[in-house]
């Protein structure tokens, strides 16, 4: 047999190999990340449940899923163990202050005083604001002979006694 044509078949056992041990890296990981988890860690299951792990056994965890509600899973339900912050974030929803990791653009926020900075907002704010009318009129006012024209060209419904057969 010639090399050309075991080449094809190489290639493809080749592929399967990198294939298998990718899979097998990203297992490791997930148990890894399963017995990392401790009493207190925020949790999501691979069903999307979040709660708080309160008791991590050999094959199973005892989940904490709100005031009086304690669920047994397998290990392998968890999904991902998640950050102190993550968890608060997505659960409690207590955002991270991003305010105080933010540098301003420009240098007039750090020397402007809340109450400047309050009244430039409102004037600009006046001054930006239009009267807009969107056609809608009051209950006591009447129709304008637009809208009485489109009226009278509109085709009137029947009953259903239609010529249509």
Known sequence: MSLVTLLPF?????????????????QQQAVDMRNQMQ??????TIGGMYATVKE????????DAGPGVELL??????????????????????????????????ASSLTESPADSDESAGSA???????????????????????????AEEPKKTDGDSDAK
């Open 56 to 63: 991590v056994n050999e094959d199973t965890v005892l989940l």
């Open 73 to 106: 899973f397998a290990k392998n339900a968890i999904g991902a163990v998640l950050s102190d912050d993550e968890y608060n974030r997505i659960v409690h929803g207590i955002e991270h202050d991003l305010k105080s990791d933010v540098v301003p653009d420009d």
């Open 125 to 151: 704010a006046a001054s930006d604001e239009t009267h807009v009318d969107l056609g809608k009129k009051d209950a006591g006012e009447e129709p304008s002979q637009d809208a009485a024209e489109a009226k």
């Open 10 to 26: 190489i290639v493809l056992i080749g592929a399967m190999i990198l294939m298998t041990r990718s899979a097998k890296k990203k």
């Open 39 to 44: 009493p207190g860690s925020g949790v999501r």
